[in-house]
């Protein structure tokens, strides 16, 4: 089974910035789109960013231009740059595949304070 470890998250005020990376397992990582997924308390998980394997990157309207997100396919890493961070950017960040996705990690929680 896949294996995905999120890490990078913390608490930072609202206007700053964190840097996510995302471990994952499986030797057809470089071939598949990844995504960036978010939980926020109370709510249900959503897509917020997403990359081909090719590096093409896609963002949701509330998050684009503050976030990026990228891959590194030699190391199996994806990042998800978050510059601008607001309070409602809180939340637990997860990564997967855009496609099949059959596990899902622990996150790595996010908090934006006012």
């Known amino acids: 089974q896949v294996q995905l470890v999120e890490s990078g998250g913390g608490l930072v005020q609202a206007g700053g910035s964190l840097r996510l990376s995302c471990a994952a397992s499986?030797?057809?990582?470089?071939?598949?789109?990844m995504g960036w997924y978010r939980q926020p308390p109370g709510k249900q998980r959503d897509l917020v960013a997403a990359?081909?394997?090719?590096?093409?990157?896609n963002y949701v309207d509330s998050v684009k231009g503050r976030f990026t997100i990228s891959r590194d396919n030699a190391k199996n890493t994806l990042f998800l740059q978050m510059n601008s961070l607001k309070p409602e950017d809180t939340a637990v960040y997860y990564c997967n595949r855009l496609n099949y996705q059959t596990h899902w990690g622990q996150g790595t929680q996010v908090t934006v304070s006012s």
């Open positions: 990359i081909t394997s090719g590096g093409s990157a």
């Open positions: 499986g030797s057809d990582f470089s071939i598949v789109a």
